[in-house]
Nanobody, 126 residues
């Protein structure tokens, strides 16, 4: 069993920054492809960013490109999401997810991830 835990959410003014962290345990962290998703009130969950095993490949949804940076430290079993220039429309619960099984990796599709955290709230005030 894999345990996934997010932290770092909070309330920030528009234009500000936050860094989310995600730790995963129970399996070798470096074997996990990881992703960030978010869900705003009344909306469906959406893909935000994803990162390969060694951090060499990253993906972003268009709305966060240039503002968010995904990274990982396998020695610390931790993934990060640095969020800069935050906008009110970034307000959502942010979820960390781990993808372990499968030779292919449909990184944008949440249903394919194997383990999820409980989420952390990010609120951006205007």
């Amino acid at each position: 069993q894999v345990q996934v835990v997010e932290s770092g959410g909070g309330l920030v003014q528009a234009g500000g920054s936050l860094r989310l962290s995600c730790t995963a345990s129970g399996r070798t962290f470096s074997s996990m492809r990881m992703g960030w998703f978010r869900q705003a009130p009344g909306k469906e969950r959406e893909f935000v960013a994803a990162i390969s095993w060694n951090g060499g490949t990253t993906y972003y949804t268009d709305s966060v490109k240039g503002r968010f940076t995904i990274s990982r430290d396998n020695a610390k079993n931790t993934m990060y999401l640095q969020m800069n220039s935050l906008k009110p429309e970034d307000t959502a619960v942010y979820y960390c997810a781990a993808y372990l099984f499968g030779s292919t990796w449909p990184y944008m599709v949440g249903e394919n991830y194997d383990y999820w955290g409980q989420g952390t709230q990010v609120t951006v005030s205007s």
